[in-house]
């Protein structure tokens, strides 16, 4: 996959897009106005590692809490703002890192050139965030969905270019993931701005992260799109972890472990299951990037453990244990975890 | 996507390749000598939508016991084969629906000609399942793994056609995500057989569903493949479960409800987290097509609400309920669960 260059742009400390790693977003779901609440949540988030944080702001005295929200955490904010321009307004007075405008809810072309003309004086960079459910209506109702986000955003872009501002990025999100990865690939080639990639209401985690992991992966691996957010019905932090699996399976970004695990079947002479769900519980809150593959038998076992920095290939209630391609040990079933934990230690 | 048109052919009753459905595999993981619980999971992947399940065969106890499991369940078998030759050969005896030949366990080309001689007398078919984990060491060691793989299917494809064998279906598992999606891309256009997708040892259900929805998810999207497993560490029907969400998501096949709900933000007037919830646990076991909107706030709610067969836009602790496009109710918050399921039970 060769990526997509876009120009590149910077989030309060972050660099978006050009050849800047894919940068992490997650929202704050507390209310704005609860100040302490909402800091709280943000430090959170970026414990579990989180880049930028895009906040609702859904009146006047949440974009006013923005300004103490901002001076209390290191994350660079994104104002999220709908209906009002006076808001975007407000949180660019509150000191926030960028804004998100949603042309299907701020459509006034004046308004929206006050909201740039500020933007501009304090070089923060605008996401251009159309949604496929606040698409109005009358908006080329005869094109096909895909078509439509992606024209909305580009008259959007015109009429920012022509206000002579380009710190733009641009998102174009819905439900349908077919419907979402074909908008972003036509646009992809027709603007130079970044893509921030995301598929919309995706749901509870479970099923959520499926489709978020295909619509963000299969354009992730055509070289498409400079920052993500997974959209999931839970607390942000699990949208922080998925979207970081999603990279890691990629290969674009590491963070924590990876357990290579085998599904077990009628061959097995471990039990498997309860192992590598001990390993991974032991593996909570490891931040540092390290393979470990716990596999059940003798057919891919030894092949994926020599492959993992930590592995263990079972059979016949022993276990190799491998460390670095290395056989370091033979162990019985009832010293399986004790044994790989002591060589995921020693590696630390 | 313009789906690659494979050869056709039949596992048991059910068809693969072609313009036929994506199916959908599982395993079972019970030992396979223990009969009474082989049968029993084969039952309960079933009722969870499998269409194909492969069975491992460590031994002759595991062949033999094949031939009651087949008579008594109505999925058709795959024995998975590894090592032994005799195995494959006990199987076809027992009456199995198709074999899976790994050519890294099995490389003896007179043993597999022996293998390929009872199959083609039964019309059984066979899937040349290659496996990074499992690849002699010594096979072009010096080639990228994707090409490896890719090279020692091939090899496998043409001994089988020399035999004039072409009930062939062909697998090239990995762990690592593009290295699966390249492998599958390049035999692709290379033989006319068809593809059973798989990204092996994904690991547990949490993170090995993402892995393995963008594996399958990016090739299905290029119109690549024609039966999937998803390989969890866990229960089977979870694989089965994950692979229908990834087949929703692209709109391949339908099962069961798909529910659209808003990650929820500092925007959100309803506790929209747990209502989602709550819908999803009285959703459990409907496997009709439905799709159900859960949405918070009026940004893309009414948008979502209307394009799902029942739907809610909460706002200010008051919630419209849409059904088939059109408001039907308003309803405080407490009753947004009850108004929900009565819509939801109407259009049963």
Redesign the interface.
Known sequence: ?TRRISKQLRIGKVTVGGDAPIVVQS??????RDIRA?IDQIRELEDSGCEIV?????DRE?AESLATIRKSVSLPIIA?I?FDYRLALGALKAGVDGLRL?PG?IGDKEQIARVVAAAKEREVPIRIGV?????PANFQPRSPLADRMVNMALEQIRLMESLEFSLIKVSLKA????TT?HAYQMIADKMPYPLHLGV?????P??????S???I??LL?QGIGDTIRV??????SQ?VF?AY??LK???LRQRGP???????????EVD??AL??QV?KCLEGVTRPIKV???GCV???P??AK?ADVGIAGGKGKGAIFRKGKVVDTVGEERFLEAIMAEINKIG
């Open positions: 996959m929202m704050s779901k507390t209310d704005t909402t895009r906040v609702a702001v859904p949440a999220d709908h949603n809810t949604n496929a459910g606040s698409l439900f349908d993931v077919p990865i919309t209401e995706a749901g509870l479970r099923t959520g992260a499926i489709r992991a295909i619509g992966g299969v691996h959209s999931l019905t839970a607390h942000p949208e998925v699996e999603i399976s990629l290969g990876t357990l290579v695990s085998c599904p077990s079947c009628g061959r097995a498997i299951i590598a769900e991974n593959a716990v596999m057919v891919n076992g092949g994926e492959d």
